[in-house]
Nanobody
Framework: QVQLVESGGGLVQPGGSLRLSCAAS????????MGWYRQGPGKERESVAA???????NYADSVKGRFTIPRDNAKNTLYLQMNSLKPEDTAVYYC?????????????WGKGTLVTVSS
C-alpha cells in the first residue's frame, strides 16, 4: 500500500515562502508522474505542478515563475517550493503520484496540508 504524507503547510504572509514536502512509502522513481494539486475555499481541485519520471515539469499558469517542484529520489520525497505567495494561493495542497500499468492508471493521494496566505 503506497502512502503519501504531506507536511510543511501553515500560515504565511503575502510575499512569503513555504516549502511543502511529500514523503512516499516507496521509491518515487517507481511513479510515472508526481505532482501537487490544491483546492481553495469554494473551488474545485486543480493541478499546480507536476514532474515526470524523466524530470519534465509542468506548472499552472497561476504559479509559473513562483513555484518549483524539486524531488529527492534518495529520500523518496517530492517538494513544492512556493515563493512570492499570494492570498489566492490559500488552499489545501495535495500530493499525487500516478503509476501506469499498461493503459491502466493507478493514482495515489496524500491527505493534504493547509496553506493559508494572509496578513
Amino acid at each position: 500500500q503506497v502512502q503519501l504524507v504531506e507536511s510543511g503547510g501553515g500560515l504565511v504572509q503575502p510575499g512569503g515562502s513555504l516549502r511543502l514536502s511529500c514523503a512516499a512509502s516507496t521509491g518515487i522513481f517507481r511513479f510515472n508522474t508526481m505532482g501537487w494539486y490544491r483546492q481553495g475555499p469554494g473551488k474545485e481541485r486543480e493541478s499546480v505542478a507536476a514532474i515526470s519520471s524523466g524530470g519534465s515539469t509542468n506548472y499552472a499558469d497561476s504559479v509559473k515563475g513562483r513555484f518549483t517542484i524539486p524531488r529527492d529520489n534518495a529520500k523518496n520525497t517530492l517538494y513544492l517550493q512556493m515563493n512570492s505567495l499570494k492570498p489566492e494561493d490559500t488552499a489545501v495542497y495535495y500530493c499525487n503520484a500516478d503509476k501506469y500499468y499498461g493503459i491502466n492508471k493507478v493514482a495515489y493521494w496524500g491527505k493534504g496540508t493547509l496553506v493559508t496566505v494572509s496578513s
